[in-house]
Structure formats: C-alpha cells, structure tokens
C-alpha cells in the first residue's frame, strides 16, 4: 500500500513539475462519460427524429393525395390501384412505428400508429363492402371488377336525300348517322375537286398546245404563213 501511494504521489508531483492539471479523479471520470454517453444518445435521438419525421411526411403525403384521385376507383385497374396506395400508408406506417420504437419516440410513435390505424381504415371500407361483410345496397352493389357493357349494334339507316341515288345509296345503307355524314362530305369534295381541275385544264389549254408546237416542230410548218 506504502508503495502505491508513492507512485501515485510521485505522479502528482510529476505533473506539478511538468504544469500539467492534476489528474482527474475517478468520480469525475465516471461523470465525463456518462456525460458523453447522454451527448451520444441525444445526438442519435436527433438524428433518428429527424429521419422518422421525413418519413411521415412522405406517408402523410401519399393519404393526402388519396383525396384528389384523379382515376375511377370503383372497380377495376382504378381500384386496385387505390387499393395499393391505401396499402403503402399501412405499410409506411408500420415501418415508421418500427423505427420510432428502437430509436424510443414516443410521441412519434403514436402518431405512426395513427397512420397506420388510418389506413386499415381506408382499406376495410373498400374491401369489406366488396367481400360481404358490410352494408351496401342491395340493387347496386360493389364489385372489386367491372361488370362487361354488352355491345349494341347499330341500327341499319336509310338515306332519303333526293341527292343520293343509286350505287351511293346502297353504299350508304346500314352505316350511323355520323358516317354518313363523313361520307357525304367526302363525295361533295371529290366532286369540287374535279370540277376545279376540269377549270384548271380549260384555262391552261392554250399553253399546253403551244408547249406541244414546241416538242414538235412539223406542226409549225403545217399552220399557215
């Protein structure tokens, strides 16, 4: 014992000599690190709370945009789709209470398991109906596909325009209204357009036969001095 205490009185003495402080003793040792310690966690905690509130807002931001839906979601590829976004705000939601419980967020935790709670929500107003175990009216009920709309066949139609006659009013027979109109058009056009090259060939005769006098020089010398 005599020997330790010189030691440790000849390493005072030493760092007396040397102007160094005197050596911290072992409570304030075990004070530093615990300090440290808190500052480690407080940091940790920090930076968890930080990750964990991002990740709400993307959740929060995906149930938010639920409202504004733009695609038919009664049933069908629409459906499922909201479906499947109800069921990312479930899963973010776990996924955000799993984190919040290890990095110890009570507050956020709550709120994680509100969201999810929320989603569960969504998604069983949805689906129950939809499986039997909900109200629903009786005459319309819900359905997770599309019921199949039956083709129905256009009614054959009979032109009466005293304009239309022969091949053209056969042709037109058994079209809908909006065809024949197209077709009507169609005929009109074709006809303004021969009509207007028959204009165009009239009024371009005389520079065409005169083009041919040139090509063919005999003709010249057949028109009379």
């Keep these: 014992m005599a020997q330790d205490d010189w030691s440790i009185q000849l390493k005072k003495i030493e760092r007396e000599f040397e102007g160094l402080p005197p050596e911290p003793s072992l409570a304030y040792k075990k004070l530093q690190s615990e300090e440290e310690k808190r500052a480690q966690e407080r940091a940790r905690q920090r930076a968890a709370s930080i990750g964990v509130t991002a990740r709400l807002i993307l959740v929060g931001a995906v149930a938010v945009s639920l409202a504004f839906w733009p695609y038919e979601n009664d049933c069908g590829l629409g459906l499922f789709g909201f479906l499947g976004a109800e069921a990312v705000i479930v899963i973010g939601g776990l996924w955000v209470g799993i984190t919040t419980w290890r990095a110890r967020l009570p507050r956020l935790h709550v709120l994680s398991l509100l969201i999810t709670l929320g989603g569960l ?6 689906v129950l109906p939809r499986i039997g175990y909900a109200a629903v009216d009786a005459k319309n009920p819900p359905h997770f596909s599309c019921p199949a ?14 304009t239309t006659t022969g091949p053209t009013q056969s042709a037109l027979l058994g079209t809908s209204d909006a065809e024949q109109r197209v077709q009507a058009a169609a005929n009109e056009l074709g006809s303004r357009w021969q009509s207007r090259i028959s204009e165009l060939s009239k009024q371009f005769q005389p520079q065409k036969a005169a083009l041919t006098r040139l090509e063919r020089p005999e003709l010249l010398s057949r028109q009379d001095p």
């Design 149 to 162: 709309t039956p083709d129905t066949p256009a009614s054959p139609v009979t032109l009466t325009s005293p």
């Design 121 to 126: 929500i969504l998604l069983a107003g949805e």
